[in-house]
Structure formats: structure tokens, C-alpha cells
């Protein structure tokens, strides 16, 4: 009985400790560096790794190229298990800002876009720079919140609400460029393909963390001044008291 006791107090000692430390400046930081490298994460998806992918587009089995998958990412995209001849080959594209999903998709697994599907999509490819743009926006805000300084954090801060509304838009584009890729690839050529958004999700995940790391550096900022306003009032009344005895 005295054992298990002993094991209560010790888990709850432990989540006292870690309630302590996400409440602080130092958790707050390390929620934003978190946000920093699921960022990275999605930003080097393919063509510069090709194994990752913001979507994947991946051809159902039923199809006439049922091993094939296309991975998009931020600067372009790879199209895997690509059949020639005997063999089956990796080919990714140039690292560029903006391309069009459609040369990929079209001749790949064999469907067809609407005009205005390779519009769209199009355009939405040359949002996708944001990824890398809010992850050195993030990087800078978790460098800034490591300065010592209610001013510095402050600025972390700033900075910080900066990359996360440049996630948030970021996010928006991504849903709207995988969602009109999937209408074209399902709704219009009879389920020939299925789209995969977990990179998408990392980012939504790393916004959550950029909104929990902000939060919290600010309310120490807020909390840590208030502190130090009520200790040099206390010092100045004590003051004040000492010399009204003389």
C-alpha cells in the first residue's frame, strides 16, 4: 500500500514538473522550435526528398498503373514507380516556385482536368513558398525568444503571431490545392486515384504548437513584469517606511 503511494506521489510530482515547465518561458520556446522543425519537415518534401510529400496523389490498384503515386511538394513534385520498359523509376521535377500539377497527373494515371482545375492548381503551387518562408520567420522568433528581456521576448512574440498567420495561410492554400486536385483525380475519372494529406497535417500540427509556444512566452512576458512592478513597488514602500522612522 505504501508503495503504491509512493508511485502516485512520484507520477504526480512528475506532472507537476512538466506543468511547471510548459508554463514558462523555456516551454513556451520549446513549442515554437518544434513548430520550427515540422515546418523544415515540409518544406525539403519532394523534389529535394522525394520520400516526403505535402499530398500524395496514389493510383487505386483497380487502375492501369496501380503502383504509381505522386508526391507533391513546396518547389515541385516526383512521380514514383513510374513504369519504363521492364522497370520502374523515380522522376522528380526542378525546384521551382509554382508548376503545374496537372503535367503530372494527367499523363501519369491517365484523367482528365478542367481548364479551370490547372488554373487553380496552378496558381495554389506558388503559394506553397510559404512553407519555407514561415519556417525562417519561426526560427528567428525562437532565437529572439532566447534573448534574455521583457522587450526581446516581446518581439519573440511578435514575430512569432507573424509566422503563424503565415502558417494559417499556408494551411488554407494547401487544403484548397489538394482538394482540387482530388475532385479532378475522384469525382471526375471515376476514383481512379485517392489524395493523401498527412503532410498537410504536419503543418497544421506545427501551427498548433507555434500557438501554444506564442501564448505561452507571452503570458510569462505578462506575468514575469507584473512580478517584477509589484517587487520594485514592495522595495520602494519598504524604502519609504525606513526612512519615515529616522
Known amino acids: 500500500m505504501a508503495f503504491g503511494k509512493k508511485i502516485h506521489w512520484q507520477v504526480l510530482n512528475h506532472h507537476v514538473q512538466l506543468l511547471k515547465f510548459l508554463t514558462n518561458l523555456r516551454g513556451g520556446v520549446a513549442c515554437i522550435f518544434i513548430s520550427v522543425l515540422l515546418l523544415l519537415a515540409v518544406s525539403i518534401a519532394a523534389p529535394e526528398s522525394n520520400s516526403n510529400a505535402i499530398f500524395k496523389v496514389k493510383a487505386n490498384q483497380n487502375s492501369s498503373t496501380p ?22 523509376l523515380d522522376n522528380c521535377t526542378d525546384s521551382a516556385i509554382g508548376y503545374s500539377p496537372s503535367e503530372a497527373i ?7 482536368m478542367t481548364d479551370a482545375a490547372r488554373s487553380k492548381s496552378t496558381m495554389f503551387t506558388r503559394a506553397l513558398v510559404l512553407h519555407p ?12 525568444c532566447c534573448r534574455t528581456g521583457f522587450r526581446n521576448n516581446l518581439a519573440g512574440t511578435f ?3 507573424n509566422a503563424l498567420m503565415l502558417v494559417v495561410t499556408v494551411i488554407a492554400f ?11 483525380v475522384t469525382d471526375q475519372n471515376e476514383h481512379r486515384a485517392s489524395v493523401e494529406t498527412a503532410g498537410i497535417w504536419v503543418t497544421v500540427a506545427a501551427g498548433l ?16 513584469r507584473r512580478k517584477q512592478h509589484k517587487t520594485s513597488g514592495s522595495k520602494k514602500h519598504i524604502k519609504g517606511r525606513g526612512r519615515s522612522k529616522k
Not at 494527367?106 to 482528365?112: I, Q
Not at 518562408?133 to 529572439?144: D, G, K, P, Y
Not at 504548437?209 to 514575469?224: P, S, Y
Open 133 to 144: 518562408i514561415a519556417c525562417v520567420v519561426a526560427l528567428v522568433a525562437t532565437l529572439q
Open 67 to 88: 503502383n504509381i503515386s505522386i508526391h507533391f511538394g513546396s518547389f515541385g513534385y516526383c512521380v514514383h514507380d513510374l513504369p519504363v520498359g521492364n522497370d520502374f
Open 159 to 161: 514575430i512569432g503571431c
Open 209 to 224: 504548437f507555434l500557438l501554444l509556444g506564442v501564448t505561452l512566452v507571452f503570458f510569462t512576458c505578462c506575468t514575469g
Open 106 to 112: 494527367e499523363p501519369t494515371l491517365k484523367v482528365y
Open 174 to 184: 494547401d487544403f484548397q490545392l489538394a482538394n482540387t486536385v482530388r475532385v479532378a
